[in-house]
T-cell receptor
Framework: DTGVSQNPRHKITKRGQNVTFRCDPI?????LYWYRQTLGQGPEFLTY????????KSRLLSDRFSAERPKGSFSTLEIQRTEQGDSAMYLC?????????????FGNGTRLTVT | KNEVEQSPQNLTAQEGEFITINCSYS?????LHWLQQHPGGGIVSLFM???GKKKHGRLIATINIQEKHSSLHITASHPRDSAVYIC?????????????FGKGTHLIIQP
């Protein structure tokens, strides 16, 4: 299966620790999105890459959050000094660059629990 | 008010029933997605619409651009259809900032 892969699937960390998540998109997809989903809510946009360029950031992405896509392939999302409010599912999606009607492919997400 | 509103929030039905989930949005869009999310988090894209109607198996999605409304229908529902169904819109001219999602409709199909 060459779908979008996210690691780890689950992460439990103590408040104040740093965490890093990885997303491997479908290989020919040059658009990559990060979303955050809290319990009972729909996903919320965090940030978007076209190739290695980070083109958009949501206001949800405080200075404790940083995302990279150094070679335009996999991406990492790092949260520094985690807080309990960061507990959520972090979803990655990728799409080919075919305009606004490009299909989106989601990973299975990384569930973060901050204790 | 959320830009994307779904109804109902929760729906329980018997196997075989015809299911309708509604999505209303308040902004101009270039595309609308219907997504399915199973327990454990994985999301599968069901449909992407910019006009008219699409059908895939027992699933049908329609959109009315003038009324800013879309519906997802499931015919001959089955317990394996139990999931959260999420409507998401892509803003017109705002393709770079991703999608705006509804809160989802939690569907349970009882055998």
């Amino acid at each position: 299966d060459t779908g979008v892969s996210q690691n780890p699937r689950h992460k439990i960390t103590k408040r104040g620790q740093n965490v890093t998540f990885r997303c491997d998109p479908i290989s020919e997809h040059n658009r990559l999105y990060w979303y955050r989903q809290t319990l009972g809510q729909g996903p919320e946009f965090l940030t978007y890459f076209q190739n290695e360029a980070q083109l958009e950031k949501s206001r949800l992405l405080s200075d404790r959050f940083s995302a990279e896509r150094p070679k335009g392939s996999f991406s990492t999302l790092e949260i520094q000094r985690t807080e309990q409010g960061d507990s959520a599912m972090y979803l990655c999606a990728s799409s080919p660059n075919r305009g606004p009607n490009s299909p989106l492919h989601f990973g299975n997400g990384t569930r973060l629990t901050v204790t | 008010k959320n830009e994307v509103e779904q109804s109902p929030q929760n729906l329980t039905a018997q196997e075989g029933e015809f299911i309708t989930i509604n999505c209303s949005y308040s902004v101009g869009i270039s595309a609308l997605h219907w997504l399915q999310q199973h327990p454990g988090g994985g999301i599968v894209s069901l449909f992407m619409l910019s006009s008219g109607k699409k059908k895939h198996g027992r699933l049908i999605a329609t959109i009315n651009i003038q009324e800013k409304h879309s519906s997802l229908h499931i015919t001959a529902s089955h317990p394996r259809d139990s999931a959260v169904y999420i409507c998401a819109v892509l803003h017109s001219g705002g393709g770079a900032d991703g999608l705006t999602f509804g809160k989802g409709t939690h569907l349970i199909i009882q055998p």
